[in-house]
């Protein structure tokens, strides 16, 4: 390594001699020059234009090309939505037809299903069982025979027969008052099978004067009552048991053994209680929770209301815990007329669920009637041909009682 410096220090002084004849001053212009001169800048928007200008340029080309094939996407959905829509329509039409088809037969169905009732036997509801085509035309007519049901349960009695003695009980929770047709020769009611509690009036004497049209009601001289719920139902005791003995009655006397005023309640200090007024009650069911016996209940009306209104109100709830409507909600009363003591009713209804049903409403009916002070009732729009208990072509009689009962 050494040696080859030599030599080339040997070398290079055998160039030739260069001399540079320029000042100091002007080689220092010279390269100051070359120095402060600035290099020249490009343009800033030169790389952001060349790029736009190659975007736009993609997007000419692209861009026909999209629009082209989304048009003939567009035609072609299109061409399938109204073929669609042609199909839809076509279906349509057809269901429509198919529908109005069901529904008439549906109409007819209904129709026939109107006079069709439901076999029944003791406070169970079976379905009905088609029949031959005897029975179907029938039904079509509107008058289909109800199922003869033996142990069908009667609440009133169209006798006056002396056999039976008038009491009222009051419900089980004492919401209500029941005045019952008993059979003298029983020792004693079973409560507990009714649903009812003790009776209230044990203790008290009745005096009937007919031709002076009053009653008399003589009270123990140590007689005492609380609350006014006992109030009440000692109250609708007397009154209903005072009117299945004597209806003429004007005037309802209370005293005590001494002869002094009774004193009930809220009420306070007592010598006369109000008769029954006509339309003052409608009748409604009573049934104790789960208990098969049924009974008829008066329900008072809180306003006077028409033949008419009453009957709607008796296909209404909330009257009692344990009282039902004897009339079913499908059943609506149309036209109500009443002549010297006959009214007619004429309604239309749905399927019965049972004969029990509608000797059920009926008989709740032919009560309140009497209550309003009708004779007879005719009823009509009933589709049963025949009736086991009543003969529906002809008016029917009210009843002389009600809830008639016979224990041993």
């Known amino acids: 390594m050494k040696r080859k410096d030599k030599e080339l220090e040997q070398l290079m002084k055998r160039l030739p001699s260069v001399e540079d004849r320029q000042s100091k001053e002007d080689l220092y212009q010279k390269i100051s020059a070359r120095v402060n001169k600035q290099k020249r800048k490009k343009a800033p928007w030169v790389l952001p234009g060349l790029a736009t200008m190659a975007v736009v340029l993609v997007l000419a080309v692209f861009i026909p090309v999209f629009l082209n094939d989304n048009q003939l996407l567009t035609v072609d959905e299109s061409s399938k939505d109204t073929h669609e829509n042609k199909e839809f329509s076509t279906s349509s039409s057809e269901d429509h037809s198919s529908d109005q088809t069901f529904q008439s037969k549906e109409a007819d169905r209904a129709e026939i299903e109107e006079a069709k009732p439901h076999r029944s036997k003791q406070k169970e509801e079976q379905p009905a069982i088609e029949g031959n085509e005897e029975e179907t035309e029938e039904q079509e007519s509107g008058s289909a025979p109800l199922a003869n049901d033996s142990e069908l349960d009667s609440m009133i009695t169209m006798s006056s027969n002396n056999g039976f003695e008038i009491m009222a009980y009051p419900g089980r929770n004492a919401e209500v008052v029941l005045p019952l047709s008993i059979n003298k020769e029983a020792s004693k009611i079973d409560l507990d099978k009714y649903g009812l509690a003790d009776r209230m009036t044990t203790s008290l004497q009745y005096e009937i004067n007919e031709q002076k049209a009053e009653a008399v009601v003589i009270f123990p001289n140590d007689f005492q009552v609380n609350g006014s719920a006992s109030t009440q139902t000692i109250v609708e005791s007397i009154r209903w048991e005072l009117e299945n003995v004597a209806p003429q009655l004007e005037r309802i006397l209370i005293r005590k053994e001494n002869g002094n005023p009774v004193v009930l309640g809220n009420y306070g200090e007592m010598t006369e209680l109000p ?134």
């Open 275 to 408: 008769v029954i007024e006509q339309g003052e009650y409608i009748f409604m069911l009573y049934q104790f929770e789960d208990l098969s016996e049924r009974l008829l209940v008066p329900i008072a009306i809180d306003t006077p209301l028409t033949f008419q209104e009453a009957l709607k109100n008796m296909k209404e709830k909330g009257n009692g815990l344990f009282v039902k409507p004897p009339v079913p909600e499908h059943v609506q009363f149309t036209t109500i007329q009443s002549k010297e003591g006959l009214v007619t009713i004429e309604l239309h209804h749905k399927s019965w669920a049972s004969e029990q049903q509608v000797l059920t409403m009926i008989e709740a009916i032919l009560a309140t009637g009497a209550q309003f002070g009708f004779k007879e009732i005719q009823f009509k729009g009933l589709n049963v041909s025949e009736f086991s208990t009543y003969n529906l072509k002809e008016p029917i009689p009210v009843p002389e009682r009600i809830n008639p009962i016979v224990e041993e």
